[in-house]
């Protein structure tokens, strides 16, 4: 049974008598219809009558409605107004621009804007790649999407899809200190949203490719890493990985396993799957099935997607050809980026002792994670109301903070590597247990950890291709000629 939530917190404006009885009743009432009362305050007092605001978390819209119904029913009671907490927190937006330089007198003008920010133009129209030191760019990612593939929404349009968007930009900030900025694109044609990337890019540090369906999100990052001089991340794929590997190196560590040496299914072959497995490998994971609705990828199933043919040409290496649930036995390791309810807790029994089982499906797991606990030695999931969620805020804000202070020009699969690696660190031998393979997403060692570990990759990264970091000594002197 669904359990009250912050997700749909509402506040109700009551009008009551003016009693003590009165007060507890709503209380009472609220509580017996199955909210959590958060809060009472009496917003007006007069003689023969209160107005009570009572703040609850509740299941979903429509319990809300039950809750007034029942509010309305009492004697003497009614429900003035209804505000929804969420609703409210999106009003105008999340998130907004503020300089970083005072602009208090005509000298500060001078520097910031006419005529002294024409030196500044000046010097990056003979240096480019001054851009980096002397603009925003150095800090400041694009947060792209079409809306088509929202999490849990699915094809919702552009529009639909700026609040998403706009939460990650403010996650990019409050963890890591990178400006974010929203691009909701109105067009699904690939080669349209290439190319307004590619327009916009002068003005980003990177580029975080967000909610954009499969396959076409695989060509969209792989032609934009190619064409563009600065990062390009698609996190539905690879933050997901990124995560998903740090909290097995953990679970592994939790049962005594080597990821060398384990047998995995992964459930769902998409951009998650696919990420996620080519990751798992990258750490020298060597028995991996990936299986979609069919059962185990197979050359028929796999059609014409290269990256699903890929995944038929390095993984199952015995030949494994049935279905999910057949695949399961004797697995130790489960990883699910499909649907939700497609396996009991039986299915999970069959497994190997000690089993691992990370059923990631949003809102609904692919197998109840306390019938998967019954047998599985750690479990976790994608919801927060689950010990052990994997969640791709460990891993965004940090990866994209190494990536700016590096200068990066590319994201490599070392990067992503040392990034699951960073992650996987912070939780120390004395914390580690089954319940707690993966960090909590406040932990703020996280982002740091993370972006140092980025940071050294992406400078070695630079040095392989011979180009110096940057020296803000040489740009000093040179705007000062």
């Avoid at 590997?245 to 592994?252: D, P, Y």
């Avoid at 976790?380 to 990536?403: E, H, K």
Wanted: proline fraction near 5%.
């Amino acid at each position: 049974m669904a359990l009250p939530s912050p997700s749909y917190t509402i506040t109700l404006r009551v009008e009551a008598p003016a009693t003590q009885r009165a007060t507890s009743e709503i209380v009472h009432e609220a509580t017996t219809a199955g909210a959590s009362v958060m809060g009472v305050d009496i917003a007006q007092s007069h003689a023969d009558k209160l107005v009570v605001d009572l703040t609850l978390d509740t299941v979903d819209a429509e319990h809300g409605e039950r809750v007034v119904d029942a509010l309305n029913a009492l004697e003497g009671v009614r429900v003035l107004k209804v505000s929804d907490s969420t609703f409210l927190m999106h009003l105008g937006g999340k998130i907004e621009v503020t300089p970083k330089v005072p602009l208090k007198t005509r000298r500060d003008m001078s520097r910031a804007y006419t005529p002294g920010v024409a030196r500044v133009c000046l010097a990056i129209a003979d240096h480019p790649e001054d851009a980096r030191r002397l603009t925003i760019k150095r800090n400041t990612v694009a947060v792209v999407t079409d809306g088509t593939a929202v999490l849990g929404l699915g094809d919702i349009g552009p529009m639909a899809a700026m609040p998403v968007m706009e939460g990650k930009a403010a996650l990019f900030k409050e963890f890591a200190n990178v400006d974010a900025w929203p691009l909701a694109l109105d067009t699904t044609d690939t080669e349209e949203i290439i190319a307004i990337v590619k327009a916009i890019a002068p003005g980003f540090g990177g580029v975080n490719l967000e909610d954009i369906s499969a396959p076409r999100c695989f060509e969209i990052e792989a032609r934009l890493r190619e064409e563009l001089d600065i990062p390009v991340f698609h996190d539905d794929q690879h933050g997901t990985a990124i995560v998903v590997l740090a909290a097995l190196i953990n679970a592994l560590r939790v049962v005594g396993k080597a990821i060398e040496d384990v047998r995995i299914v992964v459930s769902g072959v998409g951009a998650a799957g696919s990420a996620i497995i080519k990751l798992l490998m990258a750490q020298g994971a060597r028995d991996i099935i990936g299986c979609d609705r069919h059962g185990a990828l197979s050359v028929a199933t796999a059609g014409d997607d290269p990256h699903r043919q890929w995944i038929v040409e390095h993984t199952n290496p015995s030949g494994f050809t049935g279905t999910l649930k057949e695949g399961l036995v004797g697995a130790d390791v489960f990883v699910g980026v499909s649907a939700g309810n497609i396996l009991t807790g039986a299915d999970v029994a069959r497994m190997s002792t000690d089993a691992i089982v990370f059923a990631l499906a949003n809102p609904t797991p692919e197998v109840d994670p306390i019938e998967a606990g019954e047998s599985a030695a750690v479990v976790a999931t994608g919801r927060s109301d689950y010990p052990n969620q994997i969640n791709n805020v460990l891993a965004f804000p940090g990866l994209f903070r190494g990536l700016l202070d590096a200068g990066a020009a590319q994201i490599t699969d070392e990067m992503l590597r040392v990034a699951a690696v960073a992650i996987a660190e912070v939780v120390g031998p004395e914390e580690l247990n089954p319940a707690f393979v993966i960090p909590g997403v406040f932990d703020t060692r996280v982002a740091e950890a993370v972006a140092e570990a980025v940071k050294a990759e992406g400078l070695k990264e630079i040095a392989s291709r011979g180009v110096e970091p940057e020296d803000y000594d040489q740009l000093s002197q040179r705007i000062s000629r």
